[in-house]
């Protein structure tokens, strides 16, 4: 299987007209796999990933049909995906909270310093 991948764009060292596609064989499963990449280790570390989640899902289950162990460990991958997406909208939410309150207690306390020295001034 011959499959392009490309590193997420945060991580991405090279800027996109100078990035190299590079040939990695990789074993999931015990099947070898021919990608093609900007960053090997990067997808060697992918296939690590899908490897141990196919493997730990084949232990838990009676199923020998590697489809079957594939779609149950993308099945586990969605999961843990979604609940970091999830956990990623409810710290950026707090986060935004936390910068308006801060923003308000700036502009009181901004307020008050005012109307201190103001006071000092005519006092």
Not at 25 to 38: N, S
Request: proline content about 2%; overall charge negative; charged content about 20%.
């Amino acid at each position: 299987m011959d499959q392009t991948l490309t590193q997420p764009a945060a991580q991405q060292a090279q800027p996109q007209g100078q990035a190299v596609s590079q040939s990695v064989a990789v074993e999931i499963y015990d099947q070898i796999y021919h990608l093609r990449g900007i960053d090997p280790a990067y997808i060697e570390q992918l296939a690590r990933v899908v490897d141990a989640k196919m493997r730990a899902v084949s232990s838990h289950g009676n199923t020998v049909d590697s489809l079957r162990v594939a779609v149950l460990a993308a099945l586990n991958i969605a999961d843990e995906l979604e609940t970091l997406r999830q956990r990623h909208e409810s710290l950026a939410g707090s986060l935004s909270l936390s910068q308006v309150t801060m923003r308000s207690r700036a502009g009181s306390l901004a307020g008050m310093l005012d109307e201190i020295l103001d006071d000092r001034k005519v006092g």
